[in-house]
C-alpha cells in the first residue's frame, strides 16, 4: 500500500533502507508520531504493513498512519530492521540497543 501525497523526506534517496517505496504506509500511534515516544516495537505483519510502537501498545493509543519514510525521517535507527521478514517483528530495550527478531503469530497484534 502506498501513499498518494508526495513530500519531502530529510534523508538522502541513497540512504533509504527498505526495499519497498518510501511513501509505504506505515502504522504507527500518536505517542510515537507526535508524542515523540521512542519506537521499541516493530512489526513486519502478516499482511506486509510496517507497524512501529512504543513499549506496549495500550488500549487507548490512538493510531496514526504515516509513510515508512517519514517513519524513518523520525528514528533512522529503524534501518537496522528494514529486511524484517512478514510475519516477524523486532523488539528493543531502548533506541540504540541491539533488536530482537522473532516471528509471531498473526493474532498477538491487532494490526
Given at each position: 500500500?502506498?501513499?498518494?501525497?508526495?513530500?519531502?523526506?530529510?534523508?538522502?534517496?541513497?540512504?533509504?533502507?527498505?526495499?519497498?517505496?518510501?511513501?509505504?504506509?506505515?502504522?504507527?500511534t500518536v505517542?510515537?508520531?507526535?508524542?515523540?515516544?521512542?519506537?521499541?516495537?516493530?512489526?513486519?505483519?502478516?499482511?506486509?504493513?510496517?507497524?512501529?510502537?512504543?513499549?506496549?501498545?495500550?488500549?487507548?493509543?490512538?493510531?496514526s498512519i504515516?509513510?515508512?519514510?517519514?517513519?524513518?525521517?523520525?528514528?533512522?535507527?529503524?534501518?537496522?530492521?528494514?529486511?524484517?521478514?512478514?510475519?516477524?517483528?523486532?523488539?528493543?530495550?531502548?533506541?540504540?540497543?541491539?533488536?530482537?527478531?522473532?516471528?509471531?503469530?498473526?493474532?498477538?497484534?491487532?494490526?
Amino acid at each position: 500500500m502506498s501513499a498518494n501525497i508526495e513530500h519531502e523526506h530529510c534523508f538522502l534517496a541513497d540512504e533509504w533502507p527498505f526495499s519497498v517505496p518510501s511513501n509505504t504506509v506505515a502504522f504507527t500511534t500518536v505517542r510515537v508520531a507526535k508524542e515523540g515516544c521512542p519506537i521499541l516495537i516493530v512489526y513486519h505483519d502478516h499482511e506486509g504493513d510496517w507497524q512501529f510502537h512504543t513499549e506496549f501498545i495500550a488500549p487507548d493509543d490512538q493510531p496514526s498512519i504515516f509513510c515508512l519514510g517519514c517513519i524513518f525521517d523520525l528514528d533512522p535507527t529503524v534501518a537496522a530492521v528494514a529486511g524484517l521478514p512478514v510475519g516477524w517483528m523486532a523488539t528493543r530495550d531502548a533506541v540504540g540497543a541491539m533488536w530482537q527478531l522473532e516471528p509471531f503469530e498473526a493474532d498477538n497484534v491487532d494490526g
